[in-house]
């Protein structure tokens, strides 16, 4: 049998999310719940103690997903630091809209500033979906439309993704790399940039989808023992020694 896959949603604070009263968080959580690949499913903001990523927590999560915008700055260094080792052992992080500037994406990306181009002008965003045979956009047409949207546009300065999943582009003319996976150690790492909380994005089913996916995606996955460093012994003589 497969194992579950735990997952913690962290959200900065419920306050500044006009259109979700209940927490952005809650919202994630409430859609997800019941998915037969997912088993503990935990919530987890910034006011509590360890920004509510302890390390038993963070130690028991296979998945984090990370939707911040205004508090970025009041992140302990430290959580950021705990939540960067974990991933490098094989937690999967999902970021979500302006979590592009928080210090735990900056930080996997090995960059200090993540900038874009954004207006608050409730545009029409077309979500193209580029990589049709990935299992981020299983169950997606061609495109995702979202009738009013934050504009986000390039240039979007992040590295170079490992693979480029999703392209928006806005009425307004903009273009967004808008789903992007990167590695890092043993942790994969999705950024999606619809999200905006002046809209209920996260109540259309194509959006619900797209996170669904990535969570199993992001998951880790089992591997057998890796070698590396100094081996005295070739593998021909260890094969030799316990086969022939
Ligand atoms: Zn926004």
């Known amino acids: 049998m497969l194992k ?4 913690t949603v962290w959200n900065e604070a419920a306050g500044n999310q006009a259109a979700y009263p209940e927490g952005i968080h809650t919202v994630i959580a409430n859609f997800l719940k019941g998915n037969e690949a997912i ?12 920004h509510g990523l302890t390390p038993e927590v963070l ?29 490098l052992k094989g937690m999967g992080l999902i970021v979500l809209h302006s979590g592009h500037a928080s210090k735990i994406f900056k930080t996997m990306l090995g960059t ?3 900038q874009l181009r954004w207006r608050e002008a409730d545009e029409l965003e077309r979500v193209w979906v ?17 009738p009013k949207s934050e504009t986000y546009g390039e240039f979007f300065n ?9 392209i928006s582009w806005f009425e307004g003319g903009e273009v967004l790399r808008s789903g992007c996976t990167f590695k890092r150690g043993n942790g994969k790492i999705f950024y999606f940039a619809p999200g905006h909380e002046t809209h209920r994005i996260y109540d259309m089913p194509p959006i619900q989808q797209v996170i669904k996916n990535a969570v199993k995606w992001a998951a880790p996955t089992e591997y057998s023992h890796v070698s590396s460093g100094h081996h005295p012994e070739s ?8 086969c022939v």
């Open 4 to 7: 579950k896959i735990n997952v």
């Open 39 to 50: 088993g503990i499913l935990r919530t987890a903001t910034l006011n509590q103690p360890y």
């Open 59 to 87: 130690e028991d999560t296979d998945v984090l997903i990370w939707w911040g915008h205004s508090f970025h700055d009041k992140v302990e260094d430290e959580i950021v630091e705990q939540v960067r080792r974990r991933i």
């Open 112 to 114: 200090d500033t993540l």
């Open 130 to 146: 580029i990589e049709h045979n990935h299992p981020i956009t299983v169950g997606l047409g061609e495109y995702i439309e979202i």
């Open 158 to 166: 992040i590295p170079v993704p490992d693979e480029l999943i999703f």
């Open 235 to 242: 593998p021909e003589s260890i094969y030799k020694k316990n």
